[in-house]
C-alpha cells in the first residue's frame, strides 16, 4: 500500500514538475518573441531617423558641389547606407561596425581619395586599438592575470596601432564623393565600415604577434584569455 501511495505520489509530483517546466518554456518563447518584436520596431525606428538624416545632408553635400564618382551610388544613396550601418546594434546595445569618416585635399581626385581612404582606416585602427584594450584589461583583470603581465599587455596594445592599421583588410567603403575647388585641386569625402567582430579578431591576431616577438610567454598569457 505504502509503495502504491509513494508511486502514485511521485508520478504526481513529475506531471507538476512537467507542467511547470512547459509554461516556463512557453513563457520563454513568449519573451523572447516580444523582445524580438521590440528589437524590430527599435531598429525600424532609427532606420527611419537615420533615413531622414541621410537625405538632410545629401542636400547639405550637393549644395558644397560634391558629386559622386562615377560607378557609385547616388550621395542620398551612399548617406542613407552609412547612417544605417552607424544605427545597426545587437540586442545589448552594442555596435555592429565601426565607422570612421575623412576629407582630403589632392591634385587630382585619385590622390585625394588615397590620402582620405588611409587616413580613415588610422581612425578605424585608433577605435578598434581602444576596443580591444578595453576588452583585454577586462579579461586579464577577470582572469587573475598579473600585474605584470597585464601591463605589458596592454603597453603592446597601445603601441600597435600602425601594426593594426596595416592589417585591416575588409573595410567596406560606404560613402565616396568629391568636389572640384576653385583652384582645380579635388576635395575626397570618405566614409568606412568594418564589421567589429572581424576587426577585433584581426586586432587581437596582430597583437598576439607584436606579443610572440617580444615574449612567447607573454603572447601564451593573451591565449589563456580565450582569444
Known amino acids: ?17 512537467s507542467a511547470s517546466v512547459n ?5 520563454s518563447r513568449s519573451e523572447f518573441k516580444d523582445n524580438q518584436k521590440y528589437e524590430k520596431t527599435l531598429n525600424k525606428d532609427l532606420q527611419k531617423k537615420a533615413i531622414k538624416e541621410a537625405r538632410r545632408e545629401a542636400k ?13 551610388l547616388p550621395i542620398e544613396k551612399q548617406l542613407e547606407n552609412s547612417w544605417q550601418k ?10 555592429y561596425w565601426y565607422i570612421a569618416s575623412s576629407r582630403a585635399i589632392g591634385g587630382n581626385q585619385q590622390a585625394a581619395a588615397l590620402q582620405a581612404t588611409n587616413t580613415a582606416k588610422i581612425d578605424l585602427a585608433g577605435q578598434i586599438m581602444t576596443k580591444v584594450s578595453q576588452l583585454i584589461e577586462a579579461k ?21 596601432k600602425s ?11 560606404l560613402i565616396e564623393v568629391y568636389r572640384t575647388l576653385p583652384n582645380k585641386n579635388v576635395e575626397v569625402m570618405v566614409t568606412l565600415g568594418y564589421s567589429m567582430d572581424a576587426a577585433n579578431k584581426v586586432a587581437i591576431r596582430a597583437v598576439r604577434d607584436e606579443l610572440a616577438k617580444k615574449s612567447e610567454d607573454l603572447a601564451k598569457e593573451l ?5
Open 23 to 27: 509554461a516556463q518554456q512557453k513563457a
Open 163 to 173: 601594426v593594426i592599421s596595416a592589417t585591416l583588410g575588409r573595410t567596406i567603403p
Open 140 to 160: 586579464a583583470a577577470n582572469n587573475d592575470l598579473g600585474q605584470e603581465e597585464a601591463a605589458s599587455l596592454t603597453e603592446v596594445v597601445a603601441a600597435s
Open 223 to 227: 591565449d589563456k584569455l580565450g582569444y
Open 86 to 95: 552607424q544605427v545597426e546594434i545587437d540586442t545589448d546595445g552594442n555596435p
Open 60 to 72: 547639405v553635400l550637393e549644395k558644397e558641389g560634391f558629386r559622386t564618382p562615377v560607378g557609385k
Open 1 to 17: 500500500m505504502k509503495k502504491i501511495l509513494l508511486m502514485s505520489a511521485l508520478a504526481a509530483f513529475v506531471m507538476v514538475f
